[in-house]
């Protein structure tokens, strides 16, 4: 994809989260952005100052995970429109806890 970035955080031999960031119209997206934890969540995050210094920074953050939710208030951000997830039947089971996308 024509202006995106993904960056990675190692442990040393695991992969414990990456995120892809990417040129918009107006700003920048986040998305995806999987973590094993808050704080690789956190520091994947706030790389993001580099790519998207004085323009708009849009994220994704799942109703159903509520750290992801939290990550967004501590860094100011704010709800500007809702989506919804759709699936063809029931919805897959997916590691809730360590997306935000």
């Known amino acids: 994809m024509k202006q995106a970035k993904a960056y990675g955080a190692y442990d040393g031999s695991n992969l ?19 973590a094993d934890s808050a704080e690789i969540w956190e520091a994947l995050f706030s790389a993001l100052a580099n790519e998207a210094i004085g323009e708009p920074l849009i994220l994704d953050a799942p109703e159903n995970n509520p750290a992801a939710i939290d990550l967004a208030k501590r860094h100011g951000m704010k709800e500007v429109f809702g989506f919804a997830r759709m699936y063809c039947g029931f919805a897959p089971n997916l590691p809730w806890d360590r997306i935000l996308e």
Do not use: D, E, Q
Request: glycine share 16%; with cysteine; net charge positive.
């Open 16 to 34: 414990r989260g990456f995120r892809v960031v990417r040129k918009c119209l107006s700003g920048y997206k986040i998305g995806p952005l999987f």
